[in-house]
């Protein structure tokens, strides 16, 4: 099926740096989500994204975390500064639209990230 | 917002026995809803699309049903295999938020030969 990468799929950085996770979505996918799951705990729905705009995000979505996607290039998450809260598992989806046909999102690998 | 149930968190079957997963959701307008599953260090992968207008739905080796009634969706693994053994997610779209999806917590499936 199709098939969404993320890089890298594991980071280890000291609280306050900057971290920057990079997805690469299915090549004709126009909606981009990232969703974060603590170990043992629910994923969690952070933020979407659509035609260089976020359309929709949680309350997880902290004034430190930032999505761009350039040039269609890779989609990323940053967090700037990290917070020792922000561990977890950040996992990248994509679909191809909206409507019941479309919607399907289809996911990544999860990036592993550890702030210590 | 949606909330969506679970249960239970964790299961462990016998190879060739059935396994039940159970999700209730909150918001009676939802008309489909997804489940994934999950293998240790892997990518979620879609088991099904099911639509409210169908009841009862048959894949590979499981069947979904749906009680819009009860606003409830289960997962039915039967004769379960050592393949099954994998965390399995619900999870229903919200259309009015571009299609978030709220997951339900996972259920932990252990087959034993």
């Known amino acids: 099926g199709p098939k969404v990468l993320q890089i890298p799929s594991h980071q280890i950085i000291d609280m306050g740096q900057m971290v920057t996770l990079n997805c690469d979505p299915v090549?004709?996918?126009?909606?981009f989500y990232w969703y974060k799951q603590i170990l043992g705990q629910q994923m969690e729905f952070l933020v979407n994204?659509?035609?260089?705009?976020?359309?929709?995000k949680s309350k997880l979505f902290k004034d430190q975390f930032s999505v761009e996607r350039p040039d269609g290039s890779y989609f990323t998450l940053k967090i700037q500064p990290t917070a020792l809260e922000d561990s977890a598992v950040y996992f990248c989806?994509?679909?191809?639209?909206?409507?019941?046909?479309?919607?399907?999102?289809?996911f990544g690998p999860g990036t592993r990230l550890l702030v210590l | 917002g949606e909330q969506v149930e679970q249960r239970p968190p964790h299961l462990s079957v016998r190879e060739g026995d059935s396994a039940v997963i159970t999700c209730t959701y909150t918001?009676?307008?939802?008309?489909?809803f997804f489940w994934y599953k999950q293998e240790p260090g892997a990518s979620l992968q879609l088991l099904m699309k099911?639509?409210?207008?169908?009841e009862i739905n048959e894949g590979q080796g499981f069947t979904v049903l749906l009680n819009k009634k009860d606003t409830r969706l289960s997962l039915n693994l039967t004769a379960a295999h050592p393949g099954d053994s994998a965390a399995y997610f619900c999870?229903?779209?919200?259309?009015?938020?571009?299609?978030?999806?709220?997951f339900g917590i996972g259920t932990r499936v252990l087959v034993r030969p």
């Open positions: 994204f659509y035609n260089g705009k976020v359309m929709e």
């Open positions: 918001d009676p307008n939802s008309y489909y």
């Open positions: 090549s004709n996918h126009l909606y």
């Open positions: 989806a994509s679909s191809s639209g909206l409507g019941p046909n479309q919607d399907t999102q289809y």
């Open positions: 099911v639509f409210s207008s169908t």
């Open positions: 999870a229903v779209p919200r259309r009015s938020a571009g299609n978030k999806l709220t």
